[in-house]
């Protein structure tokens, strides 16, 4: 699966409340990436004809040139 839909599915996931997901499949349908939110954290999981390969794990971004965050599960935070 392209990394480029993943960084797409993130970003929806960021622009949907605390408690969403977003799953993207491949072509045939055989494989599916699921980015969710829980209590304010990214998660992801992947799946291979409906049987789960990846369980939901915390996604953790490395970004170029940022400091590394303090700690190592940040919380996202609805800014109003």
């Known amino acids: 699966m392209p990394r480029s839909s993943l960084l797409v599915s993130l970003c929806i996931v960021l622009a949907l409340p605390l408690s969403a997901q977003v799953s993207?499949?491949?072509?045939?349908?055989?494989?599916?990436?699921?980015?969710?939110?829980?209590?304010?954290?990214?998660?992801?999981?992947?799946?291979?004809d409906k049987r789960p390969l990846l369980m939901p794990s915390m996604l953790g971004l490395a970004l170029k040139d940022a400091p590394r965050p303090s700690r190592p599960a940040q919380k996202l935070v609805r800014v109003k």
């Open 24 to 48: 993207v499949s491949s072509p045939d349908g055989r494989n599916t990436v699921t980015v969710q939110t829980h209590d304010g954290r990214l998660y992801y999981s992947v799946t291979r």
